[in-house]
């Protein structure tokens, strides 16, 4: 069974401070996903990152998938109360086989 | 109006009873899957399906059954209900474009399920 383990489970700041979340797997990914997740709600996707070393940035989020397609992290900069809420990445492990293998989700509360 | 619903929001219900949990979808997908979320644990997959005759077990399908009524119509059931089945459950639709290897999954909003 493939494990994606997200770091840390949870994180509580301060408004205007910049964060990291990471995303571990001893497994390839053809792919990666992170949604954000909000009480009452299914999780939504932010991002897809496709290529080793890939960066994509989506305002103030940065979305980085690592060189060996094992990891991934996401960061942002001067977090507001609106970023809270719960992260997930997951893993898409085969080509043509579009599965996802979630992570263990990191819970994110900003305050103000 | 949700492209993707479920039915019921909650329910509360007592061990070995029977259940079934509904979800519909107006996105035009053929792919259909069920998910359950624990704290600490992100989502595991039930079951799946990529068309109207086809069903596949996920990693956690002991204890579950799932139907493919239409293409809009994926139900869940839990044969006789089991305290460790109390989770958040979630269905979702997905659609991969031709020639991508990834595709974005759409969610409904979760039913959360209490076995007492």
């Known amino acids: 069974t493939q494990l994606l383990e997200q770091s840390p489970q949870f994180l509580s700041i301060q408004e205007g401070e910049n964060l990291t979340v990471y995303c571990n797997s001893s497994s390839v990914f053809s792919s990666l996903q992170w949604y954000r997740q909000e009480p009452g709600e299914g999780p939504v996707l932010l991002v897809t990152?496709?290529?080793?070393?890939e960066v994509k940035k989506l305002k103030r989020l940065t979305f980085q998938f690592g060189d060996a397609r094992k990891d991934s992290s996401l960061h942002i900069t001067a977090a507001q109360p609106g970023d809270t809420g719960l992260y997930l990445c997951?893993?898409?492990?085969?080509?043509?086989?579009?599965?996802?293998?979630f992570g263990t989700g990191t819970r994110l509360t900003i305050i103000p | 109006d949700a492209d993707v619903t479920q039915t019921p929001r909650n329910r509360i219900t007592k061990t070995g009873k029977r259940i079934m949990l509904e979800c519909s979808q107006t996105k035009g997908h053929d792919r259909m899957y069920w998910y359950r979320q624990d704290p600490g644990l992100g989502l595991r997959l039930i079951y799946y399906s990529f068309d109207v005759k086809d069903i596949n077990k996920g990693e956690i399908s002991d204890g579950y059954s799932v139907s493919r009524q239409a293409q809009a119509k994926f139900s869940l059931s839990l044969e006789s209900a089991i305290p460790n089945q109390t989770a958040l459950y979630f269905c979702a639709t997905s659609d991969p474009s031709p020639g991508t290897y990834y595709n974005e999954q759409f969610f409904g909003p979760g039913t959360r399920l209490t076995v007492l």
């Open positions: 997951a893993g898409v492990s085969n080509f043509g086989n579009e599965k996802l293998t």
């Open positions: 990152v496709v290529t080793g070393g």
